[in-house]
């Protein structure tokens, strides 16, 4: 068991390491790559999983709404932690709801649960995503304008991919193939970038960095229990759902904080020691969920 934990985990830590040291050492401009993979690539693998035809959604609304239930849950355990520990919650409560089910997830569920899990892995993406540019930037900004949200090239490549398989169409042979080649650079890009993004966040907040990468995990993998049972939903969907729950911060969570002017520094120390902090969360979901 524990060398399985050890295949599954060390490449998506290892790729985050190397973009560590490479940012560490070149200081290199992520934004244009970053803009590249978030358009295009990250797109192309959503839509290329769900324009599969293998792909049913009615098999995933159970696991669709378990993502809800983790995220909104995971902000109502957060509420009451953060006035205990005297901490504004517009700035605990958003990254403990919203998972890095982009940078890390998609990588990992697809490694410990298999190909067969990519397009479970995408609808979580995509749940956490719609909530996030939606009921996250409200939570920060109650003006914030909510209607431009299917511009989000996340979201329209799932409302496309989803099109498509519901409609039944059959794409070109080659055309399905270029797009999924696109989808496959994401998966590493995504890791790597997230390795030099963190050279540059702070630990000066480290209190509240640290209370927040310890209930994230926690939040979110109670939820995604109780859920599980709850709806009855099937083992392996439990499980995937729970290895979901057990994800460290987004670090668009951080970008929103900077938008929004709700303590930046602060909730990039949350992101920061929370991905840090999950090698061993990752991993204990892991141990509790590989069979």
């Known amino acids: 068991m524990i060398l399985r934990i050890v295949a599954v985990v060390f490449p998506i830590f290892a790729i985050i390491g190397a973009g560590y040291w490479y940012g560490r050492r070149h200081r290199p401009d992520m934004v244009a790559a970053n803009q590249v993979n978030m ?12 324009a599969g035809k293998s792909f049913a ?14 995220v909104l849950g995971s902000g109502l355990l957060g509420w ?9 919650p517009k700035t605990l409560l958003p990254p403990m709801m919203f998972k890095n089910a982009g940078n890390m997830g998609l990588p990992l569920l697809v490694l ?16 956490e995503n719609l909530l996030h540019f939606s009921l996250g930037a409200w939570l920060l900004d109650h003006r914030a304008r909510l209607t ?9 490549a799932g409302l496309a991919g989803l099109g498509v398989a519901l409609s039944g169409l059959e794409l070109w042979s080659p055309l399905t193939t270029a797009i999924r080649m696109l989808g496959d650079v994401s998966l590493g890009l995504m890791l ?16 509240i960095g640290t209370v927040g990468a310890v209930a994230t995990p926690l939040a979110g993998m109670a939820m995604a229990w109780a859920y599980g049972h709850a709806a009855g939903l099937a083992p392996r969907e439990q499980d995937i759902l729970f290895v979901f729950g057990a994800l460290p911060p987004a670090v668009l969570n951080y970008m929103f904080a900077e938008r929004y002017g709700q303590e930046p520094q ?14 061993v969360f990752v991993s204990l979901a892991l141990a509790l969920r590989l069979h």
């Open 266 to 279: 602060q909730v990039a120390s949350i992101v920061m020691i929370g991905n840090v902090a999950a090698l």
């Open 80 to 88: 009451p932690l953060a006035r205990l520990c005297g901490y504004a």
């Open 112 to 127: 410990a649960f298999g190909d067969e899990a990519l397009p479970a892995a995408v609808v979580l993406l995509l749940v």
């Open 192 to 207: 790597f970038s997230l390795g030099v993004r963190l050279t540059d966040a702070p630990l000066a907040a480290w209190r």
């Open 148 to 156: 431009t949200i299917w511009r989000v090239p996340v979201l329209a």
């Open 57 to 70: 959604l009615a098999n995933y609304a159970l696991l669709a709404l378990g993502c809800a239930v983790v």
């Open 39 to 50: 358009d295009i690539f990250v797109p192309a693998l959503i839509f290329a999983a769900l």
